[in-house]
């Protein structure tokens, strides 16, 4: 027997859905940030390619620190405001997920210590971690799919002890595939909704 949500959950579900709503109308269903996360990891092999991956271990940690901002512009570029509505209790949720990942740069920092290619591993742990809690923010299961890949990826690039550009093209090419899937998504909903208005 199927039991029906008490009127409190529902009311709260209906909250919760808009909450989404207004996250994923203020920022592409999140696309911008993964694009320009994965265009960082690009620079950072780049930069690995050329000099060392020390220098690539700096470039992904400090192009880290950008991807917020960017990605409001990319947001931006597109016609969307890049902020979401003062008071959604998402914008907290995405908040934490960002502090709970920077706690946890020390731990990838400490493993670059023993082996550079692991801050690339480790990395990608974190980050496909941070996604699976996306996927509440923004009401999109892709990114369980988007966790759980770059996690895998993770686990058998150090299991094959993958030098370190492999690892940040593979993490780059996940990031940017995934995020220009979702923008595409995010244009073809919206173009349904305004035809349907």
């Given at each position: 027997?199927?039991?029906?949500?008490?009127?409190?959950?529902?009311?709260?579900?209906?909250?919760?859905?808009?909450?989404?709503?207004?996250?994923?109308?203020?920022?592409?269903?999140?696309?911008?940030?993964?694009?320009v996360s994965g265009l960082i990891w690009l620079t950072a092999a780049s930069i690995t390619y050329q000099y060392s991956p020390n220098t690539g271990i700096w470039t992904?940690?400090?192009?880290?620190?950008?991807?917020?901002?960017?990605?409001?512009?990319?947001?931006?570029?597109?016609?969307?405001?890049?902020?979401?509505?003062?008071?959604?209790?998402?914008?907290?949720?995405?908040?934490?997920?960002?502090?709970?990942?920077?706690?946890?740069?020390?731990?990838?920092?400490?493993?670059?210590?023993?082996?550079?290619?692991?801050?690339?591993?480790?990395?990608?742990?974190?980050?496909?971690?941070?996604?699976?809690?996306?996927?509440?923010?923004?009401?999109?299961?892709?990114?369980?799919?988007?966790?759980?890949?770059?996690?895998?990826?993770?686990?058998?690039?150090?299991?094959?002890?993958?030098?370190?550009?492999?690892?940040?093209?593979?993490?780059?090419?996940?990031?940017?595939?995934?995020?220009?899937?979702?923008?595409?998504?995010?244009?073809?909903?919206?173009?349904?909704?305004?035809?349907?208005?």
């Open positions: 027997m199927i039991k029906k949500l008490s009127p409190d959950f529902e009311i709260m579900d209906d909250t919760i859905k808009k909450a989404q709503f207004d996250m994923c109308q203020a920022y592409a269903n999140g696309a911008m940030g993964v694009i992904l940690f400090i192009g880290g620190m950008f991807i917020y901002p960017l990605s409001i512009l990319f947001c931006k570029s597109i016609g969307l405001n890049g902020a979401h509505t003062k008071g959604n209790p998402l914008g907290n949720l995405a908040m934490e997920g960002t502090i709970l990942m920077m706690m946890c740069l020390p731990l990838a920092l400490g493993l670059s210590m023993q082996q550079k290619e692991w801050f690339f591993q480790a990395m990608l742990l974190i980050i496909g971690g941070r996604y699976l809690t996306f996927a509440t923010i923004y009401g999109k299961k892709i990114y369980w799919i988007l966790g759980a890949i770059l996690g895998i990826s993770a686990l058998l690039l150090f299991k094959l002890k993958v030098p370190a550009l492999g690892s940040l093209l593979t993490g780059s090419c996940i990031e940017i595939s995934f995020g220009l899937f979702m923008l595409i998504s995010f244009q073809r909903e919206n173009k349904k909704s305004i035809q349907t208005k």
